[in-house]
């Protein structure tokens, strides 16, 4: 059951791109030798990725994308969270472009899009504030965590059913940058007064289909850091000799390395049911998604946690990557809605196929 | 996706639902709905109920009587026909012993066995387990030895589910002793009526008789109902192992059994469950699991190649699928609290109307809780089935 329903041709040659870029540019080894700073954004591995067509996988063609392509977006992320890509991928790569080419003004797409496209610009989304209101075309409030807006040169941020733009070094804003535990980044917001435009045809439902696309896509990160996780502790098992044999040979262990593979191809399957949906857009879609985020980040969490004990010692350490993996997989849980938001979207959405 | 494919799919679950609405006996449906005990002959009212649209064995080929059911339909039959209220199809002819005559029996073995199976007319049952020989099933020790144009069979077969109403039983057999234990195993048609076959029940906790042990003293078996090769058993009996697993998620009874739950909940106070958030949250928690098993089934059916033999995937539907059943039936009896504590096998079985406190079905829910436990033992357990992925796709 290896292949996927939703996969194309696109997909093939984006998904063989990403395996070879992040096995021989992305080293796990060789970024751990760069300073914590050099780590979290790296300029020339942004252009690579522009250049590989990684930011337009969210914008149609005529916009300068490669289409809104849901099973790209989500390959691409699995790739990111098994190479623990410190990029912002999903804030700058999929959700600006997206709602930029949705609901930007002629003006607005032809100032920005192309820029985002070619890397040369990043932007951080702040699409569910607990409190940012806006008078008079300016922003008040403050938001904590704002995933990516640490290395952002603008802002997206909604305010009621509003989506506004502004410069993230504007007068009236103030940000308080800090490192996340995997080595990505956030800010606090502060808006006093920042002026900012709107997106004048963004609605709603523009911005839910964002978070929906930016839930799915850290799913499909949190499935790449847990597969990659397993598959460290499968190669663990077979080589690690401990009593004069292999740990893989004991049942306790091999009895959780396979809980750790169904949790794996269960995640696998709920990914693409939901891939496969919202591409479709079928009623089920949202459902599909929440469901996706709230089970694939649970999993994620379990099979990475198992995946440190497994090793002993060494998957506590900051050297090996294991426990690299866990970090994302807790992070991940918290973006674009909790794992426990999620959970309650899921728990209050019926569904729509069989009733 | 392909958007014809999953139309097609919903137009077939819709056929199966409208079968389960209009033509299953209303009476079966409701014992299946309420987890009562089926006697013989509500299976065979719903097998026969079944016959007018060719479903007693969709999945066999053509030239057998089947309709040549893909995967996936086959899948959602058993779903949606159990979501529905059909009983269980239990399988020992019609998807166990079948499949293995038409696929390595001989062409007098399939015009005697096949037809009967079709028109419900000869019940099977399954001679594997031993008392020494469970998970470890390659150990059986009942030999068959040959006397000109007989194997006489002498030995012991245990949890032979529904044997006292089996007229025949495939059966392991030992022919010859060889080196290794999967060696010398022969696939035997044995008749119940023969001299030397005792069946004697053994009664399980939810006190009804569902599996029996079946006593075999010298009897003596025609060497024509061997099947395939002599010595070559073990693989045919893989073979219908597999096949086994295939459909042991058993969606449709778990959509089933949740629904059940949900409705007690919206209709029944609970006199033990004192954090009803928690609950609910329970009830949540398992729907995703579901979600989650019917994503992993749905593309398993839609992408699997029936030629093929099922893979780790059916190991793992196993394992997922009999630990879901668990929970539900476990959170239903935490629902009935006190309730759940009262349980006369008599109220299963029809022989009483109503249990004497709680909800009416009570009862049911409670045998459902108990035969349930078997659900991670029987099939290969569910350790067996860790073993297996251990071995085959993780190389341990």
């Known amino acids: ?355 | 996706m392909n958007i014809d494919l999953l139309l097609a799919e919903n137009e077939f679950r819709r056929q199966v639902r409208d079968y389960c609405e209009r033509e299953l006996p209303g009476e079966v449906r409701q014992k299946v709905l309420g987890n009562l005990f089926l006697t013989k002959e509500d299976n065979l009212r719903f097998l026969r109920s079944l016959a007018g649209r060719g479903w007693v064995a969709g999945h066999w080929p053509r030239q057998y009587g089947g309709a040549e059911w893909t995967p996936l339909q086959r899948f959602v039959f058993e779903e949606e026909s159990m979501r529905c209220g059909a009983p269980w199809l239990i399988p020992f002819g019609v998807n166990y012993v079948g499949p293995v005559i038409y696929t390595f029996g001989s062409a007098a073995q399939k015009a005697r066995f096949l037809p009967p199976i079709l028109a419900s007319e000869e019940w099977w049952a399954q001679g594997y387990s031993e008392p020494g020989a469970g998970s470890d099933l390659a150990g059986l020790k009942t030999r068959a030895v040959r006397h000109g144009d007989h194997y006489v069979v002498t030995g012991q077969k245990i949890w032979t589910s529904y044997a006292q109403w089996a007229d025949w039983m495939f059966c392991l057999v030992r022919t010859s002793e060889e080196s290794r234990p999967q060696q010398g195993i022969s696939f035997l048609l044995i008749d119940m009526t023969t001299p030397g076959v005792t069946v004697r029940p053994i009664k399980t906790m939810d006190g009804c008789h569902h599996v029996n042990e079946v006593f075999l003293d010298e009897v003596r078996v025609p060497v024509e109902n061997i099947v395939g090769e002599e010595g070559k058993g073990w693989s045919y009996a893989k073979f219908l192992l597999s096949n086994e697993r295939i459909l042991s998620a058993e969606t449709g009874r778990s959509m089933r059994q949740l629904g059940h739950l949900k409705a007690l909940v919206a209709g029944t106070p609970s006199d033990s469950v004192v954090d009803r958030a928690g609950f609910d949250r329970r009830i949540v928690q398992m729907e995703l699991k579901l979600h989650a098993l019917r994503a992993f089934c749905l593309a398993y059916a839609r992408s699997m190649d029936p030629r093929q033999p099922p893979g780790v995937e059916a190991s793992i539907m196993k394992i997922r699928g009999s630990e879901l059943q668990q929970q539900i039936s476990e959170a239903t009896l935490d629902w009935l609290g006190s309730t759940a504590i009262v349980y006369d096998p008599a109220d299963v079985h029809g022989e009483r109307a109503i249990s004497p406190v709680g909800p009416a079905d009570a009862s049911g829910a409670i045998r459902e809780y108990l035969h349930g436990r078997a659900s991670t033992i029987y099939g290969g357990s569910n350790e067996i089935q860790r073993n297996i992925i251990s071995k085959a796709e993780l190389g341990l």
Not at chain 1, 6 to 35: H, V
Not at chain 1, 114 to 126: F, K, Q, S, W, Y
Not at chain 1, 185 to 206: C, K, M, Q, Y
Not at chain 1, 239 to 256: E, I, S, W
Request: charged share 20%; hydrophobic share 45%.
């Open chain 1, 1 to 355: 059951m290896k292949q996927k329903i939703w996969l194309d041709e696109t997909d093939a040659a984006l998904d063989d791109a990403a395996r070879r870029y992040t096995a021989e540019r992305y080293r796990f080894d060789e970024r751990q030798r760069l300073s914590v700073a050099a780590r979290r954004f790296n300029p020339a591995v942004w252009k690579d990725l522009a250049d590989m067509g990684w930011l337009g996988v969210a914008t149609s063609e005529e916009a300068g994308g490669l289409g809104l392509r849901v099973g790209s977006i989500c390959l691409l992320a699995e790739a990111a969270g098994r190479a623990l890509l410190t990029e912002p991928l999903t804030s700058a790569g999929v959700v600006a472009p997206y709602l930029l080419a949705r609901g930007g003004d002629a003006a607005q797409r032809d100032a920005l899009l192309p820029r985002l496209h070619a890397g040369e610009l990043r932007i951080a989304c702040l699409l569910e504030p607990a409190s940012v209101r806006v008078e008079a075309g300016r922003l008040h409030g403050r938001q904590q965590v704002v995933v990516d807006a640490d290395v952002a040169d603008h802002l997206l941020v909604r305010s009621g059913d509003g989506l506004w733009l502004l410069d993230a070094s504007a007068s009236g804003v103030t940000r308080q940058s800090y490192p996340l535990l995997d080595g990505r980044g956030a800010a606090t917001l502060t808006f006093d007064g920042a002026e900012a435009t709107r997106l004048a045809s963004v609605g709603p439902a523009d911005i839910e289909y964002a978070l929906w696309l930016a839930a799915l896509a850290t799913a499909a990160d949190s499935h790449g850091a847990m597969s990659a996780a397993f598959d460290l502790t499968l190669d663990y098992l077979k080589t690690r000799r401990q009593f004069g044999n292999p740990l893989g040979t004991y049942q306790a262990l091999q009895h959780r390395a396979v809980d750790m593979y169904v949790a794996l191809g269960e995640s696998r399957a709920v990914l693409d049911q939901a891939i496969a949906s919202l591409q479709a857009g079928t009623t089920d879609a949202a459902r599909d998604v929440h469901a996706a985020k709230a089970l694939v980040g649970e999993s994620a969490r379990r099979v990475t946690q198992e995946a440190i004990q497994l090793h002993g010692g060494i998957g506590v350490t900051d050297e090996y990557a294991a426990s690299h993996y866990l970090r994302r997989a807790r992070v991940n849980e918290q973006l674009w809605g909790s794992a426990e938001q999620h959970f309650m979207a899921f728990a209050n959405a019926a569904p729509a196929t069989i009733a």
